[in-house]
């Protein structure tokens, strides 16, 4: 990037840098899940969304939310957005629907959908990580319930 490039190409280099796969937040929570004995696929493609991480044994999909990205309190956001509104606007607002319906699709097939903000991820990760473990709990209870019921 030469100095001599004007604000919007700097802002375009700056947003072509962005990942979408292997971000800060996905790689914390991916090690402490690691560290606290649960295995996961990454960016799993065989579903619906592909989830950042997936809990396959118990039909798990977990999103790690970027706030801007995925709209968290967007409607204070977006009046905020200054340049290239339409675009943004359009693009995050399309982002949002997107998410909802990966969610019905993945629920409807079964899976537990949780999402984490990426603020949550950075200031409280043991409690994303306590999270995953309750409904991994509930996901036992229900396969203990299911097989009692079974041999009855």
Known sequence: MS??????EKRSYIMSQIKNKNTSIELSLRKALWH???????????????????ITKYHIAIFCDGEFWHGRHWQVKKTRIKSNREYWINKIERNIQRDSKT????????WTVIRFWGSEIKNDISGC????????LQCELEKCKDY???CI
């Open 148 to 150: 009692y019921e079974y």
């Open 103 to 110: 969610e019905r699709l993945l629920s409807g097939n079964g």
């Open 129 to 136: 990580i306590n999270e995953i473990k309750n409904v991994i």
């Open 3 to 8: 100095s001599g490039a004007s604000l919007a």
């Open 36 to 54: 606290s004995g649960i295995r996961y696929r990454k960016n799993y493609s065989k579903v619906s969304g592909s989830p950042d991480i997936a």
